[in-house]
Nanobody, 120 residues
């Protein structure tokens, strides 16, 4: 089994910054892709950023130039640096990982979500 533990959410004023972290643990053989999605009240969950081994990161148009995703493979951890935050960035942010376990099964896993609230 694989668990994803997120941290770093909170309340920030518009224009401020937050850094989210997500650490994967458990029966991990390898992690192909890690990323962040978000879901605002009354809206569908949307991709924010994703990072895949050997490829440049991908960002939603709404966060390009403001957010940066990075990964520490040794720690099985992905980060999301969020700068110049806007009230419309308010959402629950979910970590996602595409994991191959030690038993060689491959599945996607989600974290429990962390709330980010940006006040105007």
């Amino acid at each position: 089994q694989v668990q994803l533990m997120e941290s770093g959410g909170g309340l920030v004023q518009a224009g401020g910054s937050l850094r989210l972290s997500c650490a994967a643990s458990g029966s991990i053989f390898s992690i192909n892709r890690m990323g962040w999605h978000r879901q605002a009240p009354g809206k569908q969950r949307e991709l924010v950023a994703v990072i895949t081994s050997g490829s440049p990161p991908t960002y939603a148009d709404s966060v390009k130039g403001r957010f940066g995703i990075s990964r520490d493979n040794a720690k099985n951890t992905v980060y999301l640096q969020m700068n110049s935050l806007k009230p419309e960035d308010t959402a629950v942010y979910y970590c996602y990982a595409d994991v191959t376990t030690r038993s060689q099964s491959r599945s996607g896993y989600w974290g429990q979500g962390t709330q980010v609230t940006v006040s105007s």
